[in-house]
């Protein structure tokens, strides 16, 4: 059975860093696009990042030039590198993942930074 697994948030201070971590593991023979997504107490989920399966990557334009994904294909894990963290990237990150092309969500990782 195929798990997503978060991990790496935190609390830190505005101005600071975090580097989230999706393993995947299980049985994978094909993975596709891997998204980033937030959500904060009272908002909707919002997406904040996105790699293809061709390793191209988009972003939030709240997050351009300060978030950086990236994926590594031997260890079937995709990375957030989060700097210059602000306090309304406040929120619990979940990563999403088409793997064996079914969509699958993590159980999400708590991000606090305060100000």
């Known amino acids: 059975q195929v798990q997503l697994v978060e991990s790496g948030g935190g609390l830190v201070q505005a101005g600071g860093s975090l580097r989230l971590s999706c393993a995947f593991s299980?049985?994978?023979?094909?993975?596709?696009?891997i998204d980033w997504y937030r959500q904060a107490p009272g908002k909707q989920r919002e997406l904040v990042a996105t790699?293809?399966?061709?390793?191209?990557?988009n972003y939030a334009d709240s997050v351009k030039g300060r978030f950086t994904i990236s994926r590594d294909t031997a260890k079937n894990t995709v990375y957030l590198q989060m700097n210059s963290l602000k306090p309304e990237d406040t929120a619990v990150y979940y990563c999403y993942a088409n793997l064996n092309r079914n969509n699958y969500w993590g159980q999400g990782t708590q991000v606090t930074v305060s100000s």
């Open positions: 790699i293809s399966g061709g390793g191209s990557a």
């Open positions: 299980g049985r994978i023979v094909s993975i596709g696009g």
